[in-house]
């Protein structure tokens, strides 16, 4: 049974820092892409930042030159390194991963709170 287990998440105040990591467990094939989505309230989720198995990068533009991506396939984890943190980043940070087989597994959600 697959299971994505985030950490990290917390209560930081503007301009500070958190990284979040997922574990993914129970896995018995190569993943394709992992990343993360948020979610705040009264909004929709919205793709925060993905890397796919060969290294390729993609952030959303809110995010750019302050979040960094990275993924360690031996152990199947992907982390969020998020720096410059602003009330706005304020969300449910979840983790996802894809299998070779149109499958996206996902995480439990982690708490991010930015502070003004």
């Known amino acids: 049974q697959v299971q994505l287990v985030e950490s990290g998440g917390g209560l930081v105040q503007a301009g500070g820092s958190l990284r979040l990591s997922c574990a993914a467990s129970?896995?018995?094939?190569?993943?394709?892409?992992m990343g993360w989505y948020r979610q705040a309230p009264g909004k929709q989720r919205e793709l925060v930042a993905r890397?796919?198995?060969?290294?390729?990068?993609n952030y959303a533009d809110s995010v750019k030159g302050r979040f960094t991506i990275s993924r360690d396939n031996a152990k199947n984890t992907v982390y969020l390194q998020m720096n410059s943190l602003k009330p706005e980043d304020t969300a449910v940070y979840y983790c996802?991963?894809?299998?070779?087989?149109?499958?996206?597994?996902w995480g439990q959600g982690t708490q991010v709170t930015v502070s003004s």
């Open positions: 996802y991963a894809d299998s070779p087989f149109s499958v996206r597994y």
């Open positions: 129970g896995i018995s094939f190569s993943i394709n892409s």
């Open positions: 890397i796919t198995t060969g290294g390729n990068l």
